[in-house]
Each structure stands twice: as C-alpha cells, then as structure tokens.
C-alpha cells in the first residue's frame, strides 16, 4: 500500500505559525493537496498542486514542498482555523490513484 | 453556485444493499470526473471510487472493489454508488466530490451517513 504521514495533532497560540507536514516516497513526482474540515462539516480545499491557493482561501494558508515532505502552513493562526486538515496525492506508479494522509487534528490553544 | 447533494444512507443490515445518489447543480456535471470518498465516524478520509465523465472508466479502493459499483445519468446531473454485501466497516459518512483540473476534490458534497448493523 502507499501511506501519506501525517503528525496527529498540532497546537499553537493564536497569532502563531502553525505547520503540518505530510510525507511520502512519491511527493516529489505528485502534486499534493490539502483539505481543511471543521466539525460536523464536509472538507474544503485550502492548497492545491502543491502551493496553490483557491479563490476565497485567506492568504494566511501557504503550502510549500521539499523533497519527500510537503508543509501546510498557517500564519497569524486565528480561533476560526482550528480542525482537522487532510493532505491528498498519488503514487507514482498508478496503483493508488487517490490516497488522503491520516490527518492533523489543528488545536488554537 | 456549484452544489452536490447525497441522499440515500441509512441503516442497512450485513449483507445487506443500499444506493447513494449524488445531485449536481451549478456546473456542466457531464464534463468532469467525480468521486466518492467516505469517513468512518472518528476516523479519517478514505477515497471509494471514481468515475470519468461520460461513465466508461472507473477505479474502486480494494475494499469495495467487486462490492460497490459507481455510475452516473448525464442526463439527470446525477452521480450513484450501488453498495452490496455490505459490512460493518463500511459504516461511514459518504461524500460525493467533482474533479477539477485545479484539484480533485472540489468541491465536496455535505455527506450521507450509512449505518451497517443488525
């Protein structure tokens, strides 16, 4: 199987930088997606193709890329941006088309 | 406004059938790839299956494959999963989701929750 890693949780203050990470053999050969999800609610799309951020996003969330690790990163974290964020890519080979990490829970302290 | 809204779960028992629909509106729902993906409850995302967009190729995850089938009517904007033989495991929250060149899943559907129990 192909596993995308993902730390379980992180916390920070408000007004801090918070950074997930996601890691996997493939990343540098396969873009990489992120998806916020709140409680109760269905995921949104906050990064696309690595570092790419969609219309309506703040300009807070950032997704950036090195090597076999991608990083989501939220500046100035607001109250608002506490869930769960999912990353989202592919194998190399084709046999897993669509694989989500395990997912960060985000804790505004 | 681009909008996808499931319908059909509820409670099933093992070994029992169910089918999920997907209504899109707001987009030309024949010009794009869609996907089911579901979330067990507590857990994470999982992908189920896709489909292209005129319905002649499609991918399953190895947990449903031979057990669920996915298909869409063009012609009534709509996007099915046909759920057989189904499990305990397969309870979970089903969400229907259009595949963009800009991403492929975006946007998600609100979700149907589907209970397999005696």
């Known amino acids: 199987s192909y596993e995308l890693t993902q730390p379980p949780s992180v916390s920070v203050s408000p007004g801090q930088t918070a950074r997930i990470t996601c890691s996997a053999d493939a990343l540098p050969k396969q873009y990489a997606y992120w998806y916020q999800q709140k409680p109760g609610q269905a995921p949104v799309l906050v990064i696309y193709k690595d570092s790419e951020r969609p219309s309506g996003i703040p300009e807070r969330f950032s997704g950036s890329s090195s090597g076999t690790t991608v990083t989501l990163t939220i500046s100035g974290v607001q109250a608002e941006d506490e869930a769960d964020y999912y990353c989202q890519s592919a194998d190399s080979s084709g046999t897993y088309p669509v694989v989500f990490g395990g997912g960060t829970k985000l804790t505004v302290l | 406004e681009v909008q996808l809204v499931e319908s059909g779960g509820g409670l099933v028992q093992p070994g029992g059938s169910l089918r999920l629909s997907c209504a899109a509106s707001g987009f030309t729902f024949s010009s794009y790839w869609m996907h089911w993906v579901r979330q067990a409850p507590g857990k994470g995302l999982v992908w189920v299956s896709r489909i292209n967009s005129d319905g002649s190729s499609t991918s399953y995850a190895d947990s449903v494959k031979g057990r669920f089938t996915i298909s869409r009517d063009n012609a009534k904007n709509t996007l099915y999963l046909q759920m057989n033989s189904l499990r305990a495991e397969d309870t979970a929250v089903y969400y229907c989701?259009?595949?963009?060149?800009?991403?492929?899943?975006?946007?998600w559907g609100q979700g149907t929750l589907v209970t397999v129990s005696s």
């Open positions: 989701a259009r595949d963009t060149a800009v991403a492929p899943f975006d946007p």
